[in-house]
């Protein structure tokens, strides 16, 4: 409607502007003229609204991934407030060393040793931090937009979609799965935290052992339901679009109340699109006001782009 809206407006303050000409100067304007002018025109107008359209497609995706960086942000910014806090209590306990040991000397190298990887660390979580609030270094792989659409890869060598109708891992969407039986059982929250740690360090093989072993060990955890989506986000920015629709999949089903289910249902909708099955991909985008009816804006504007890249019908 714009563009047929921009195209009449154009047509019209060219033939005003014909009209305007003097009655010898109209003479010699042609009417094959004229008409080649305002197709000419035409043609600029449309270019100018596809690239209109791009840029608005452009600016909903960097809407959703400054969301996940904002939340990765916060969770920095209580690590290094922690660190601060610790940093002061390694403080006072070498006061207190002074006071109670004789042996001066040897307790301020002790605690001065605490302090300094202390401040390592805190350097190393304010790095970390400028990372993702600035520009990533090139060796980093960087976030698909939109992938190699030939539905092949090490989990799909057959280009077949791997997520069936019923909900279930394909055969060959998953890696055999490991013994795990004499894995001891590690704290919950330090076992998520050390995976979200590696995550932020770009260590997506360390991090995917640890979410992985947090969620055989804590299925019902508070933060199981986040630690199968950041499962999901690893396997996308590694460009295996199967294993990360999988885990979508089991985010949707297994956590629907979790903070990023809806967004999880929109990004299986764009695996499966970049398996080359938009078939399968509309239909799931279609049910994401019934499912999430409160999804965010930044959620619903997503899900069009992807309705758009898939050809979707209404």
């Known amino acids: 409607m714009m563009k047929h809206i921009l195209f009449l407006w154009t047509a019209c303050l060219f033939a005003s502007g014909v009209l305007a000409l003097p009655s010898e100067a109209q003479s010699r304007l042609s009417r094959s003229e004229m008409t080649t002018e305002i197709l000419t025109l035409k043609e600029s107008v449309d270019r100018l609204l596809d690239s209109n359209s791009q840029l608005q497609l452009q600016n909903a995706d960097l809407a959703l991934q400054l969301r ?119 704290d919950a929250d330090a076992l998520f935290a050390d995976a979200k740690s590696r995550l932020l360090q770009f260590d997506y093989k360390g991090a995917e052992e640890r979410f992985t072993l947090f969620l055989e060990q804590n299925e019902g955890h508070p933060q199981a339901g986040e630690a199968q989506y950041w499962l999901a986000e690893m396997y996308y920015q590694q460009g295996e679009y199967a294993r990360s629709g999988d885990a979508y999949r089991t985010v949707i089903l297994n956590y629907p109340d979790d903070l990023r289910a809806g967004d999880a249902l929109v990004k299986l909708g764009r695996s499966l699109r970049l398996l080359d099955d938009t078939e399968r991909a509309c239909a799931i985008l279609a049910t994401l006001d019934n499912r999430y009816p409160e999804a965010s804006p930044v959620t619903r504007q997503l899900a069009d782009i992807e309705r758009s890249r898939a050809d979707c019908e209404g």
Do not use: C, Y
């Open 68 to 186: 996940d960086m904002e939340a990765l942000n916060a969770e920095l910014t209580g690590r290094i407030e922690t660190l601060q806090f610790q940093q002061g209590q390694s403080r006072q306990e070498a006061m207190e060393h002074i006071e109670e040991h004789a042996d001066i000397g040897r307790a301020l190298n002790d605690l001065g040793a605490k302090i300094d990887a202390l401040e390592a660390q805190n350097l190393r979580t304010v790095q970390m931090l400028a990372l993702l609030t600035g520009t990533l270094p090139d060796d980093i792989p960087a976030l698909p937009d939109t992938g190699p659409d030939t539905g092949t890869g090490p989990d799909n060598a057959s280009g077949q979609s791997p997520l069936p109708d019923d909900g279930a891992a394909p055969p060959d969407a998953t890696e055999p799965a490991q013994d795990r039986s004499a894995v001891p059982v590690e």
